[in-house]
């Protein structure tokens, strides 16, 4: 890359620097802001004319950490402001992307209460704290107050555009920048473009990841390994203050991690948190200032996970009003639908920072969302299923959308379908029925391969499976599902069966309702703790 781009990059040699850096490091935002939403339109069954026509739309980012890394770039200079921070505040209302100068400010901000309704689905500028009831730190979005928040200064001018106040101004970092890997990016973006099949499509597509992965990198994380087969040598090694922990292979030989005496902070980690939070501002953006401002209080944000938007959109014709409006149209990428599609169009196709529907045209009819890296949805009657840390066997054969809403309804669904344990269910029985249900599964599943049955086939990707109609039902419904992996232990491959609970609704990320369905955001007015 740098071979590439010709630049001489500077380091932080300044430890305060390299700290204020780290401190606004924040990934990408994942959140479920509404948990269960059915659409109704002509093309969904139980279509009711009566009520208003609702679309679901899911939105994807094409390359967003490649779009970010476009844009302008901290290179070099890296100071901090001599005069008043406060006029430094005033002077970023003139201040703009393409400037020689940026800046990164360090504030304390509010939400005024009046904008706690308009802005819930996802409100500006997100930190990690520890939810309310909670003992774990977890990035959020919420209308608490902030100090101390480090912040890249075109997120913060977005911010305070839609409102967010800034109390006080503490420091501010300047640095010189330009749009330096802009070069190299599209170079590899161009070269995916002309990808004529998976492998380099994916390796154009990483070599661009690669850049924003190590400019990132926490040196802090690494170690010394060294292979000892001396009495001796392992003894001197314990005793050292940097001794961490020993791993013994046999008697002749064991290997001894140390932690590293110094740290070398030799990465641009300004990259890193450069491209982070410009890759919100084009979240942001999108969200507020084109959808937003497009539907009004027609459309509400049902999940987000970096770089995807989950939609309910009360429109007779999403893509008719894509036609309708080009403004609107300007930032989607129709690439992906058929061709034979009324807004079919490979002009936008992959461009980086436009937003494609990740279900091409085909119609969402229902959504659930359990939490933040668990939900469920289903696109005509074929369901996609993602649970982040589950197997993806257990996703392909072990769970169904019903057991979601099941899961997320347990305490408000009056259906005739009763829980045979309420009383006397706990942890240890769920596990034994899970572990029961499993063994029936997988025997359903070989009978149907057995008997050459279509429907035990599956398409999976990642975590995301699409499922056929034999999965089978675990009742008494239990959340809990027999997890099988291979694991390797002193470089033995072990096959290791445990039970894990996927089906879990409590979501401490936001505020939930008694609805089950309906969320705040930490902070809101309204809510009572």
Avoid at 157 to 170: L, N, P, R, W
Avoid at 277 to 294: A, Q
Avoid at 327 to 356: A, I
Avoid at 447 to 472: F, I, K
Wanted: hydrophobic residues 35%; glycine residues 4%; contains cysteine.
């Amino acid at each position: 890359m740098l071979k590439f781009t010709k630049v001489q990059l500077e380091l932080l040699t300044d430890f305060e620097k390299v700290l204020f850096t780290e401190a606004g490091t924040r990934g990408g935002l994942v959140q479920a802001s509404r948990r269960h939403a059915r659409a109704n339109n002509p093309a969904t069954p139980g279509y009711n004319a009566d009520e208003p026509s609702t679309s679901l739309i899911y939105l994807d980012a094409n390359n967003l950490y490649g779009y970010a890394m476009c844009k302008y770039m901290p290179i070099s200079d890296f100071t901090w402001y001599p005069g008043n921070p406060e006029v430094a505040l005033a002077q970023l209302e003139w201040m703009g992307e393409t400037d020689d100068v940026g800046r990164i400010y360090e504030v304390d901000i509010s939400y005024p209460q009046h904008l706690h309704d308009a802005h819930n689905d996802m409100p500006f500028l997100p930190h990690a704290s520890i939810p309310h009831g909670s003992s774990v730190r977890k990035l959020m979005v919420t209308f608490l107050r902030k100090e101390r928040y480090v912040v890249h200064y075109m997120n913060l001018k977005q911010a305070m555009a839609h409102g967010v106040v800034v109390e006080k101004t503490h420091r501010v970092l300047e640095f010189r920048q330009s749009p330096w890997l802009a070069p190299y990016i599209n170079f590899n973006t161009e070269l995916r473009r002309q990808a004529v099949n998976k492998f380099e499509e994916q390796f154009f597509k990483d070599l661009n990841n690669s850049v924003f992965g190590k400019s990132i990198e926490n040196m802090r994380a690494r170690f010394n390994l060294e292979l000892v087969s001396c009495p001796a040598r392992m003894r001197k090694l314990i005793n050292r203050p940097t001794f961490k922990y020993c791993t013994t292979y046999n008697e002749n030989l064991s290997a001894v991690t140390q932690h590293s005496k110094e740290v070398d902070f030799c990465k641009p980690i300004y990259i890193g948190f450069t491209v982070l939070e410009l890759s919100k501002v084009l979240m942001y953006g999108f969200h507020y200032d084109v959808m937003k401002r497009h539907y009004g209080d027609k459309i509400e944000l049902l999940y987000t996970d970096t770089d995807s938007l989950f939609y309910r959109v009360v429109t007779d014709d999403f893509y008719a009003d894509l036609i309708d409006n080009p403004n609107l149209m300007r930032f989607m990428d129709t690439s992906n639908l058929p061709k034979d599609h009324k807004c079919y169009s490979t002009l936008r196709k992959r461009v980086p920072g436009l937003f494609k529907n990740e279900t091409n045209s085909r119609t969402v009819y229902e959504y659930v969302a359990l939490r933040a890296k668990s939900y469920a949805y289903d696109v005509e009657q074929e369901v996609t299923i993602r649970s982040k840390g589950v197997m993806r066997h257990v996703i392909r054969n072990h769970l169904t959308f019903a057991e979601h809403k099941r899961c997320l309804f347990a305490d408000v669904d009056d259906d005739a379908e009763s829980d045979e344990c309420d009383d006397e269910f706990d942890a240890n029985m769920g596990k034994m029925f899970a572990a029961d249900s499993a063994l029936k599964a997988v025997a359903q599943i070989h009978r149907n391969a057995s008997t050459g049955s279509t429907n035990s086939s599956t398409t999976v990707a990642a975590t995301a499976v699409t499922h056929p109609s034999h999965v089978y039902s675990y009742m008494p419904f239990t959340p809990y599902r027999e997890n099988v992996s291979i694991r390797s232990f002193k470089h033995e491959l072990r096959t290791i069966r445990s039970m894990k609970l996927v089906l879990n609704r409590a979501d401490d990320k936001r505020y939930v309702l008694p609805d089950n369905i309906s969320t705040y955001a930490h902070g809101h007015h309204r809510i009572n703790y």
